[in-house]
């Protein structure tokens, strides 16, 4: 024992311990526990929701996303920083919004990134889809936003026939062979890839093809797995395991007032949680919480045999 | 001065090897408590072996194989005993009022720690590369956009968010880890709140 220790565990008595054994055989202990349950209830790996599966099982969702992509009222096309100069997400209180102060940093043309610029690199394979995109294109955008609100109305009243989505006929321009198109696209399981083109070979960064089908689609997927926010989604896995539950207080600020109804929940519970941290960081300065575990006698049951041991006379 | 010498005098007499490694605790180390710090670092390093089987074989291979959804599965649940004896060991160090007799610091060290190991965990759903990495990805970046950060710390990119989780934050969690044990073998094991042995003891007055 070195000088330091014997200071300052002077006038205790001092019995025999193997830390490397005690790790050793914890180790062994963690190891087979963690066997066993993987062994018993394996792991959750659902696969991704695909734009190909949406344009299979529900095609007039997809086309509702790409014709709101096209006329500004899809959320990620109005999001605000980083990806747009957008208002639709932008979360403040007050004068305070770091989201706004941040930037646009991940610039993201949603038009062009997700509808126009994925059909416009298959259409050399189809001149019909080139003549409708040069003609969406040429047009003025009060043009082009009358052909997108009558193709949303007509698609309203979709049927689908035999796997085929059959859209009302509509004064809606070129938009009925670009969104065939969009449709086809995605049935062959490329739109993603083509979202995501960046000119080379190599690619790590998923972030657009993600943002595609982040509205209706996921969260409809998300709904059937019971993983909203409103189902403490935070937290949970897909099917019956144990998510992450050392995010219960976080997720419970979501289900209670002010912020599940406050126009920018994410900016209030992220101010709270970092207020609570720092509390909690502070503990051993903040008089009062200091205090509790002296109040809780749970030391008491911990220690017992040692204040056994030594009654206080 | 010599900057080696003086390196090689400071680690002799901060971290005096019969300190490192004890083999002789004081008689009132001795509760179940106790075991639940060594228990969090046997998850840790489960996860660490696991992690390490996962990384070697890439990001993909777990899907496509049984052995590599089995050393997953390992992975999930080492988590889950890691953050599980983990919060045990907060409590009990809180309960303890560990904080006590110039140990602040110990108590900062572990939050901090349950910090890095949440983020950790988050970047650990996010490179899953399945429906929850999907889902949690854009659930999530509404609130790190909201807090300014989605730009730097873009969560729905793969390469960034898979780098820091096998590379930068387990390093972080070891160096955390590393000085959290040498905090607590060199300012030794709390004593017993009102202990019968130290009669002018007191939480109020000794932080």
């Known amino acids: ?313 | 001065m010599n900057w080696t010498t003086r390196l090689r005098r400071w680690l002799v007499r901060e971290i005096p090897m019969e300190d490192l490694l004890p083999d002789r605790l004081p008689e009132y180390v001795h509760s179940y408590v106790y075991f639940f710090g060594v228990l969090t670092l046997a998850s840790f390093l489960t996860l660490v072996l696991s992690g390490i089987v996962l990384v070697i074989f890439g990001p993909t291979w777990w899907h496509i194989s049984a052995l590599g959804h089995f050393v997953n599965s390992v992975h999930f649940w080492a988590v889950q005993t890691f953050f599980f004896f983990m919060v045990l060991h907060l409590w009990a160090q809180f309960f303890m009022a560990a904080w006590r007799g110039g140990r602040a610091v110990n108590w900062v060290s572990g939050v901090v720690l349950f910090l890095v190991s949440i983020l950790t965990a988050f970047t650990g759903f996010l490179s899953q590369q399945n429906f929850d990495s999907q889902w949690v990805a854009l659930q999530g970046k509404d609130a790190f956009n909201a807090l300014g950060v989605g730009g730097f710390f873009n969560i729905l990119n793969f390469g960034q968010i898979y780098g820091l989780h096998i590379v930068l934050l387990p390093l972080l969690l070891a160096a955390l880890i590393g000085f959290h044990l040498y905090l607590v073998r060199s300012k030794g094991v709390v004593t017993p709140i009102d202990d019968p042995l130290a009669p002018n003891e007191g939480a109020h007055h000794d932080e």
Not at chain 1, 177 to 197: K, P
Not at chain 1, 233 to 240: A, I, L, T, V
Request: charged share 15%; aromatic share 8%.
């Open chain 1, 1 to 313: 024992m070195s000088e330091r220790s014997s200071r300052q565990y002077r006038g205790y008595r001092m019995v025999e311990a193997d830390l490397v054994k005690e790790l050793a055989v914890a180790f062994l202990v963690v190891l087979g526990l963690v066997l066993l349950l993987a062994l018993l209830f394996s792991s959750p790996d659902e696969p991704t929701l695909t734009a190909q599966q949406v344009a299979l099982t529900h095609p007039a969702e997809l086309e509702a996303t790409a014709i709101h992509i096209l006329d500004g009222k899809n959320a990620i096309a109005n999001y605000g920083p980083p990806y747009n100069h957008g208002t639709g997400s932008v979360q403040s209180l007050g004068p305070i919004s770091p989201q706004a102060w941040a930037g646009v940093t991940v610039p993201l043309d949603a038009k062009s990134v997700f509808v126009l610029t994925p059909l416009r690199r298959v259409s050399a394979l189809d001149p019909a889809l080139g003549q409708a995109l040069a003609a969406f294109q040429a047009a003025s955008p009060a043009q082009q936003a009358s052909w997108e609100n009558a193709y949303q109305s007509a698609l309203d009243h979709a049927r689908v026939v035999g796997g085929r989505l059959l859209v009302p006929a509509s004064a809606s321009g070129p938009l009925p062979v670009m969104m065939q198109a969009y449709l086809d696209l995605a049935r062959g399981g490329t739109l993603e890839a083509s979202i995501n083109l960046n000119g080379h070979v190599y690619q790590t960064d998923f972030t657009r093809a993600l943002l595609l089908l982040q509205g209706a689609p996921l969260t409809r997927t998300a709904a059937g797995q019971e993983l909203l926010g409103p189902e403490w989604g935070q937290m949970k896995e897909p099917g019956n395991y144990p998510g992450a539950v050392w995010l219960w207080f976080y997720t419970l600020l979501y289900q209670i007032p002010p912020f599940l109804t406050s126009p920018a929940p994410d900016l209030l519970a992220g101010a709270t949680v970092s207020v609570v941290t720092l509390i909690f960081l502070l503990i051993p300065w903040i008089p009062g919480l200091r205090d509790i575990p002296r109040k809780v006698p749970l030391y008491r049951l911990i220690w017992r045999d040692h204040y056994a041991r030594h009654k206080r006379k």
